[in-house]
């Protein structure tokens, strides 16, 4: 793989920067989730369904909510981000809440420097991939961290929606990973008026480079699925139809929004 320690590192300055905005936004409603509210969206907790007593490997685990509610629901969960800011309030956070997850701070490629462990689940979710270069060196970590028969499983938003320029007036990027894009980040998805600025940059992901990189490792999928909305409204000129579904206005049921992938360890 290419040196892109650069790129990680302009990266990781803004996902610390976007941390901190983060953990106090309505967005993520760090109070509610304190006060035992579900921050999982009903995909992801329906297709993978009980993870009670199961080794959970969460990779790019932003500052640990998803990871701290799965193992409310009874897994035994490992955070990994490359924000050192995320990692140290997923700590704090797993601390006030009396859990025992375990978080660690660094690039998902370079999780074997840090980890020797295999899991039950490997999970990820929401906004991962597009920061990753190379998704075959991606899928080889998950291959090696899953147990025989073990499940990977993520949800992520569909690659059509990255083709888009910022408004979704018109499609500005590849569908395919054919260039390191570079763009100006100003503000966040949580805030947009919030004072983070400097460069971000990251990679489009085809369908079928997702799942090739996954069959190649040796999983076998289980399910693809495609759903037409967010459940989230992070994008710019989204409209909700339905209590947390979003659509992109204008283009309300015409271009999937969120695509999911279960798969086995061979």
């Not at 035992?36 to 009903?42: R, S, Y």
């Not at 990973?177 to 489009?204: C, P």
Request: charged fraction near 20%; include cysteine.
């Amino acid at each position: 793989m290419s040196d892109y320690s650069s790129y990680f590192d302009a990266n990781k300055q803004l996902w610390n920067q976007r941390t901190a905005v983060h953990k106090d936004s309505s967005f993520y409603n760090l109070a509610g989730f304190k006060a035992g509210e579900n921050v999982l969206t009903p995909i992801e907790l329906n297709e993978l369904g009980d993870v009670k007593g199961k080794t959970m490997l969460h990779l790019q685990c932003h500052f640990g909510m998803d990871s701290l509610n799965w193992a409310r629901l009874g897994a035994v969960v490992t955070g990994v981000d490359l924000s050192d800011e995320a990692i140290k309030e997923a700590k704090q956070l797993n601390n006030d809440l009396g859990m025992n997850a375990t978080f660690i701070c660094c690039n998902v490629y370079d999780l074997k420097e840090h980890l020797n462990e295999k899991f039950d689940i490997v999970f990820t979710s929401y906004g991962t991939i597009g920061w990753l270069p190379d998704l075959n060196k991606w899928a080889e970590i998950i291959s090696c961290y899953l147990k025989p028969g073990g499940i990977f499983y993520m949800a992520d938003f569909h690659p059509v929606l990255w083709m888009f320029d910022d408004e979704f007036t018109h499609f500005q990027y590849s569908y395919e990973n054919s260039e390191v894009i570079i763009t100006e980040s100003e503000g966040t998805y949580t805030d947009r008026d919030a004072d983070i600025m400097g460069k971000e940059y990251g990679w489009n992901h085809s369908i079928s480079e997702i799942l090739n990189a996954l069959i190649t490792n040796g999983l076998q999928i289980g399910h693809f699925n495609e759903f037409m909305y967010s459940p989230y409204a992070c994008f710019r000129n989204t409209v909700e139809f339905e209590k947390s579904k979003w659509h992109i206005k204008g283009l309300e049921g015409k271009i999937p929004m969120v695509y999911s992938i279960r798969a086995v360890k061979q």
